[in-house]
């Protein structure tokens, strides 16, 4: 049992996920390290910043520097020098979304490199056999991840389809410490979203993954697709929402059942100046810190906070000094774990529903950025 | 008396430089913080690598975020959270290097921002008030810098005028803690030099500057153009050679006695990829270090060296990931501490030139770049 399950507060479920590297309360947000690195920051920042699990993306490094690299060093956790968790994704979403050139047959994806067009293969197994050779913790099985707008037929081939690449990925042998995630698929359809998840619970995997959500089908379709695709999942194996980092959905998510979230968004919003505070966001760039002598969030305990002004932030932004990437990114990573933490401890405390109503009001109030 | 020479070796100087913030051992080398920042670091960064002294460029701070912005803050210091010493330059050499359009009048500079063709003007009088209200540790006399192609008529006419505008500035009140620079200039001509040293000594200053060399003269030229700035000041202030940082012209202006220097090339050669080792330059683009996992020096102890390998930050510079910045900066700008570390303990041990000569042979025998 790699997860367990520690207290549940209605459908929030408060756990300890036991992965190769060290264990990790659930539900965690997982930062991205997209190319072997969390953009803007190193290992050090991360370390510090609390982070027991960080994402690494196949795709990108099957590019480069390629997977062959990467395995002479012992794998990712050594190449990077991190040493503590890691999940790879499969590269299945970086071939659907990157690529202009692909073509899928039942074998696998053709796709040229978003990098230099040159032309590659990917299959199940090859996913698989690349993660293996990274040695991440957990492992993405190779899916197909259609787009919000296919119709019913469409979205029921490619999940019958990632439903028999799931099959082909579980009989690649994986080292010792590594662990294996199912993907529901089944488009924006509740009852292929469910069959999707009993068909891959059939099959088996360690944990199981949500996956085709957030991508562009509205908040209101997603919060109702993820209820269909957790409805038939194991109560005892984790589940984790791909792709999804905002506070707003990480909270209805939880409240629903899921145990772990990943996001570009936190770093990427914060290398264009927005930051997250439990007043909501605040925008770097504005006009009206000019001169303003407080933190970011004066109630934040992050080194950011602790040190500088908004006003020097916004000068380092206005100027394009590179500095302030990294800094407005320990920010925002700063508070993606201490909002996970706040929600671990409400449903401890069995008062998640009371923590997310009191954030919510807060947040989307907005206070902030008024002016 | 700011400056104690505590051991001297030939001409070596090994001094105690007591400034407004802390003391700082000399000959140092001190990091060019443009903007209000060492590009790609930040001030703790700078701390952990055990600086005691950083520059400002007021000309870039004049223009953004503007002086009257970080005096409301109490300085420069406070602006960004730096709690040992400033050096700020006065702006001149920007103002002849940056600007096309530019008017030098008795008075001072006509000139337009490099940034969006704003007019300004800057006189000795504003350039000292600008880093009064800095509050700069060390504030540097307003000066011309005239480019080494002058004849010398051209250059006794400029040095005529910095001589006259250091007057002026010299008539400003500085805050309590801050100490004033003059600047020796005189072009390309011995005597001019001779001179120049003399009439600002005259005037009288906490320290005394060189400008106006490494402009594009030419080692050679350079060196002896040092020897005469040199000869006519006093042995009992601080010696400054402005924007000079390559090893080997420290080592030399060391052994003519200069105790300061500072210049953006470590750190700028750093963002390309060129990192220093004792045994001479490294490009970490270079293809050999693919696969290569030794760190960027094996005998080096900082925090990069002692975490990363080579190949990883080679990956993170052909991917172009940000955070290799910072780390080959921390890198670069660790081995400048430790490099002066190391001149100031041979001259401590009287075995300067015996340090020299062993270092020169190894740094230039570059065997870290043969293939």
């Known amino acids: ?14 756990g300890l996920l ?69 999940l790879t994704d499969s590269g299945g979403y970086q071939i659907f979304s990157l690529m202009k050139f692909r073509k899928i047959v039942e074998e696998g994806i053709n796709f040229s490199s978003h990098i230099d067009g040159s032309k590659h293969f990917m299959s199940p ?16 099985c190779f899916d197909e991840c259609p787009p919000h707008t296919y119709t019913k037929k469409e979205s029921e081939l490619s999940l019958k389809r990632t439903l028999r690449w799931g099959k082909r990925c579980k009989s690649v042998q994986l080292k010792e410490h590594q662990r294996m995630f ?31 959500l957030s991508v562009g ?18 109560v005892d194996k984790p589940r984790y929402l791909m792709g999804v980092g905002d506070p707003i959905d990480i909270l209805e998510g939880v409240g629903m059942g899921v145990d772990m979230f990943d996001c570009v968004m936190p770093t990427r919003i914060a290398r264009h100046g927005l930051l997250y505070t439990y007043n909501g966001k605040l925008n770097i760039k504005n006009l009206k810190f000019e001169r303003d002598k407080n933190p970011i969030d004066p109630n934040c305990k992050c080194p950011v906070c602790q040190k500088y002004s908004r006003a020097f932030l916004r000068h380092l932004f206005k100027v394009g000094e590179h500095t302030v990437s990294r800094l407005l990114t320990l920010h925002n990573l700063y508070f993606m774990n201490d909002f996970m933490r706040n929600i671990r401890k409400a449903i401890k405390m069995n008062c998640f529903n009371e923590f997310k109503s009191s954030f919510l009001s807060s947040f989307c109030s907005n206070s902030v950025n008024k002016t």
Chains 1, 2 share one sequence.
């Open 1 to 14: 049992m790699i997860h367990r399950i520690l207290n549940k507060d209605d459908s929030a479920r408060y």
């Open 18 to 86: 036991k992965l190769g590297h060290c264990e990790a309360e659930t539900p965690v947000f997982m930062p991205c390290g997209t190319r072997g690195v969390v953009k803007s920051l190193d290992v050090d920042d991360l370390k510090k910043l609390g982070y027991d699990i960080i994402l690494g993306n196949t795709y990108h490094l099957f590019l480069k520097p390629g997977i062959e690299v990467i395995n002479e060093f012992g794998g990712l956790h050594e190449f990077i020098s991190w040493d503590r968790n890691l």
């Open 125 to 140: 197994e090859i996913a698989i056999e690349a993660q293996r050779d990274l040695g991440s913790d957990i492992v993405m």
């Open 182 to 212: 199912g993907i529901v698929q089944g488009g924006m359809f509740g009852d292929l979203r469910e069959f999707s998840a009993t068909d891959t619970v059939e099959t088996g995997f360690d944990g199981y993954a949500i996956g085709g």
């Open 217 to 234: 089908e509205g908040k209101e379709v997603m919060y109702e697709m993820l209820e269909y695709s957790l409805k038939n999942l194991p």
